[in-house]
């Protein structure tokens, strides 16, 4: 029996030295793994500055009312290690900056606010552009029974001095190439508008060189007053192309009420001598007693452009020239036999940069312009067309009271 008593006693001596061992081996273990994590976790956070610093992000945070940051930032920026009081910070920015800080510092949650400044440094006076992640706790930290506002603050700061002067580079080219097109679209339209009229000119002077005695004097008059239309629609052109800028200036229009009927006639016998033999060229009347209030300049620079890309775009068949009443509105149309525009370029057509191809009718560059100018007389412009059939451009305003 006392055998047996001894023998537990050892067994019980034996078992409370493992399990003393087995702790002590155990805690040792978890502050070896504490250690190796702390080891691992202050690598990676040095892998982190490091991966910062190279674009020169830094982590920053408030304590005890000063600005504390990484020593890397004091290394790049060969200052002086230390932490900056708050109120030094704001001094060395503008008035409106200093409150767009506060104000995020104050209304800041974990999400953060981004807040872009310039920052002059007290000693050199350089100037720096700076980015600020500020971000705030949910709840605020409490010493001493107040309530520290700025103790839970903190975020990431960026230096991006050359990130705002490659933005400026990267604007001005983008603004200088933006010009450059406009400078050529502007060119380009005027090209565009004063060859009508050049033709006009030309085409009714070789009639009037070659008519004989059989030539009716009245004629002749409407001839030479064609001639002498064209020739002032010419030089208010000029006259618009040096006073307008490349960036293609609105141009003053005075709106007169003239009569639909008047305008059509106008423009259909002005054209005539432009339109090839091989198209017909057909005009089709609507109600007569009907009034619009427009420009006669900008009617002529509208039709030009739409005439000319008729033409350009109709091999065979013909061109026709109308008005008509649509309820309430009064529309003046030209319509042609052309190869038709496909339905998803039918809005693109009047867009300042788009690209007219081979297979686009009505495409010109001026179709800008004429949206711009219908638009400025209280009109607008749009555009009916099915592939291989032909297009027909309408130009629509509300009729005026007589």
Known sequence: MNEYYYIGIIYLILFTVVLTLWRLIDDNFQKMQYLENGREAERYMDNVHDIMSSTQAYLWYIYKGKLVLGHRFFERNKLREHRIPIEVVLRCVSRQSRKELLKAMENADETGIYVDF??????????????????????????????????????????????????????????????????????????????????????????????????????????????????????????????????????????????????????????????????????????????????????????????????????????????????????????????????????????????ESSSTAGAGIGLSLCRRLVENMHGKIQVKSELGKGSRFELVFHPSQI
């Open 118 to 355: 310039n920052i002059t440094m007290p000693m050199s006076h350089e100037v720096h552009s700076l980015s600020v992640l500020i971000c705030r706790e949910k709840e605020r930290a409490k010493h001493g029974g107040k309530d520290s506002a700025n103790d839970n603050v903190m975020g990431i700061l960026t230096v991006i001095d050359g990130a705002r002067q490659k933005e400026k580079e990267r604007k001005k080219a983008f603004d200088l190439e933006e010009e450059s097109k406009l400078k050529a679209s502007f060119l380009a339209a005027m090209g565009h508008e004063i060859r009508t009229p050049v033709n006009i000119i030309t085409g009714f002077s070789q009639i009037l060189a070659q008519t004989g005695s059989e030539t009716s004097e009245e004629e002749l008059k409407s001839y030479s007053q064609i001639i002498a239309d064209n020739t002032e629609q010419l030089l208010r052109l000029l006259n618009d192309v040096l006073k307008s800028n490349s960036e293609g200036e609105e141009m003053q229009m005075s709106l007169k009420t003239r009569k639909v009927k008047d305008i059509v006639e106008e423009l259909y016998a002005t054209y005539n001598v432009v339109i090839p033999e091989r198209l017909e060229y057909n005009i089709v009347r609507g109600p007569e007693d009907v009034y619009v209030d427009v420009n006669r300049s900008s009617m002529m620079q509208v039709m030009s452009n739409l005439v000319n890309n008729a033409v350009k775009f109709t091999k065979t068949g013909g061109i026709t020239m109308g008005w008509q009443c649509d309820g309430d509105t009064v529309v003046i149309y030209l319509e042609d036999t052309g190869i038709g525009i496909p339905k998803e370029n039918q809005e693109l057509i009047f867009d300042r940069y788009y690209k």
